[in-house]
Structures are given as structure tokens and as C-alpha cells.
């Protein structure tokens, strides 16, 4: 099996320094015969603290390297660079906040070649930074080629 360019989406929880779910978009470009340029963009659903609303947003761009890829099963290592922005909104008088860092990503994924087009995938990874974060992904990837 070869290493493929292609898009999907996913379904994000993430836990640490935020707790939320959110929706992403995923790519990979292929860069090298193991190796992927991998972007990704995260929208976690704001929540309602009672006094307010907080939204978050983050936005990814990893190398993938396929360690094991084989007959129906792909396993990659990966890392990268974060970008998150946070941003509160309370319901009464007083001003909003927006806060963005920088953050360094570790993680591995596995991808499910099950379907000739489509593929089921998951990933965990770690965040280092102003905000720390484990985030769990599931979704699904479509072949481009």
C-alpha cells in the first residue's frame, strides 16, 4: 500500500487546559514515500459558563510518518505546530477576551483502509504549550488519487 493525498473530517474531544467537542477538517499531501504534510482545523462548540460563552478554535500543521502500512491497516507518528484562540464572551456588562498561543503537537494515528475511497481513522494527541491538551479524533478520509 502506498501513502495517499487526501481531505476527511472528524469529530475532536478535547481535555486539559479546555474541556470541549468540537468539528475538524483534515488533509494530508503526500511530501516523501512515508511522510505527510498534514493541516488540520478544529471548531469546538462553544459552551455557556452561566456568566458566558467561550469559543475555541485550533488550527494544526503536522508531518505524519507511516511506520506500519499494511494490508488494511496504516499506523503513523506525527508531529508538529498549534495554533489555539480562545475567546470569552460574558453575557453582561464588560469587554470580551481573545487569547491565541503557539503550541508544539505530538501523536500517533491509525487509518482503516477498508473502503476503496474512504477511510475510517483515529489519532490521539498531546499539545504542549500555553494551552495543554490531550485531543482525541475519529472521522473518516477520502482518497484524492
Same mark, same amino acid.
Given at each position: 500500500?502506498?501513502?495517499?493525498?487526501?481531505?476527511?473530517?472528524f469529530l475532536a474531544a478535547a481535555a486539559g487546559d479546555f474541556d470541549m467537542i468540537g468539528l475538524g477538517g483534515a488533509?494530508?499531501?503526500?511530501?516523501m514515500e512515508k511522510l505527510t504534510i498534514a493541516p488540520q482545523l478544529i471548531f469546538y462548540f462553544p459552551e455557556d459558563h452561566g456568566? /458566558?460563552?467561550?469559543?475555541? &478554535? %485550533?488550527?494544526n500543521v @503536522?508531518?505524519?510518518?507511516?511506520?506500519?502500512?499494511?494490508?488494511?491497516?496504516?499506523?503513523?507518528?506525527?508531529?508538529?505546530l498549534n495554533y489555539t484562540r480562545g475567546k470569552w464572551n460574558?453575557?453582561?456588562p464588560g469587554d470580551s477576551s481573545t487569547n491565541g498561543e503557539m503550541g508544539l503537537n505530538? /501523536?500517533?494515528?491509525?487509518? &482503516? %483502509?477498508?473502503?476503496? @475511497?474512504?477511510i475510517p481513522f483515529t489519532e490521539l494527541r498531546i499539545t504542549l504549550g500555553d494551552y495543554d491538551q490531550f485531543v482525541f479524533g475519529a472521522g473518516l478520509k477520502f482518497n484524492l488519487n
Open positions: 500500500a502506498q501513502v495517499r493525498n487526501r481531505v476527511g473530517f488533509g494530508e499531501l503526500v511530501a456568566n /458566558g460563552k467561550s469559543s475555541v &478554535f %485550533e488550527l @503536522n508531518a505524519n510518518y507511516y511506520f506500519y502500512n499494511q494490508d488494511v491497516l496504516e499506523f503513523y507518528g506525527f508531529g508538529g460574558p453575557d453582561g505530538l /501523536g500517533a494515528g491509525l487509518n &482503516f %483502509e477498508i473502503g476503496k @475511497n474512504f
